[in-house]
Each structure stands twice: as C-alpha cells, then as structure tokens.
C-alpha cells in the first residue's frame, strides 16, 4: 500500500462498525486521542465515543490508545475511556505501533490505527505493515506546523476520497446484477 493511502477512510471514529474492521481484516483498534477522540487539547471526549469504545470492547475488539502527547495528556483521557494507552509514541516512526500490537496479542497485519492525521497516523501504521482508518479532523488546530501539515493534505485526501467513491460505485454496481 502506498505510504499516505489509508485502508478505509470515515468522517469520524463512531462511524467505524465492527462490520468495517471484518471487511478490512482487523480485530484490534490503537486509537490517537486528538481530533479522534476529542477536539485537540480538549479533556472532554467528543459525544458517543466513550459508548462506541464500550461497544466495540463489547463486540469482542481490543482497544488501546496511543498517541505523540505526553502521559499528563493521555492518561486521564484514558481513564473516561477505561483504556490502556502509551503515550509519546513518537509516531510516525512504527515501533510504538509494534508495541501496541503486541500488547493488544494480535498479530500486526489484524491491528488498525485509527486518527486524523495522514502524516503521523496513517503513514506511522503503513511503516509497521498494519492497517490504517483516516478521520477527518474534529476542529481545526491554529498552529502553523498543522496548518501546514493540513495543506499538504489537501490532494492525498483528494485522492483518498475519490478512491472510496470508486470503490462505492464498484460495490453499488455488483450489487445491481
């Protein structure tokens, strides 16, 4: 898979189903924590995903969170999920996603990073050979690095979006016959 391209792409993390994580072949989720699960730097998690994460646990699917903060960030945000985490993953470099598989039990190739940045997340989890889900941010972050990192988002998201109408339009019409 090339580097910046995602397995699947949604517009929020409650919209991922354990039907989803079936068809791309994950059973584990390495969750990011800003603009995923809350809005950046935000303590109070967006609304449904503590349910949703109560949901997939219950769905049988391991969770961890795992992020590039720091544990006074992670770790209480954790806590509302009741959730394991590392934090200053160092992502994109792939051995925190190493870890997280591991402590998830699942081979790589059946654990997914979930988050919203294609330069950290996305392209952290294609160096570690796992699968990747691409958000779209929750709220706009003001600092120049991610205005930056946003720009030159732009075509990669681009691309990704009109490959999944591809896809779409290939599974409408298989299921037409």
């Not at 806590?79 to 598989?101: S, T």
């Not at 706009?140 to 779409?168: C, D, G, M, N």
Request: aromatic share 8%; charged share 30%.
């Amino acid at each position: 898979m090339p580097l910046f391209l995602p397995t699947a792409a949604v517009e929020k993390v409650t919209d991922i189903t354990p039907e989803l994580l079936k068809t791309i072949g994950a059973r584990a989720i390495i969750l990011d924590v800003d603009n995923t699960l809350a809005t950046h730097g935000s303590p109070v998690p967006l609304e449904g995903t503590v349910e949703w994460v109560h949901a997939m646990r219950k769905a049988g699917i391991e969770v961890v969170i795992m992020s590039n903060n720091f544990e006074n960030r992670v770790a209480p945000f954790a806590e509302k999920y009741d959730l394991p985490f590392l934090c200053v993953a160092l992502k994109p470099l792939p051995f925190a996603y190493w870890k997280a598989a591991h402590f998830l039990k699942v081979p790589r190739r059946e654990a997914v990073a979930v988050g919203d940045q294609i330069f950290t997340d996305v392209m952290g989890a294609n160096l570690a050979f796992m699968k990747s889900i691409l958000l779209e941010p929750s709220d706009p972050e003001t600092s120049l690095s991610f205005r930056v990192r946003r720009k030159l988002e732009v075509p990669l998201r681009q691309k990704i979006a009109r490959r999944q109408e591809k896809k779409r339009k290939k599974t409408d019409r298989s299921g037409e016959e």
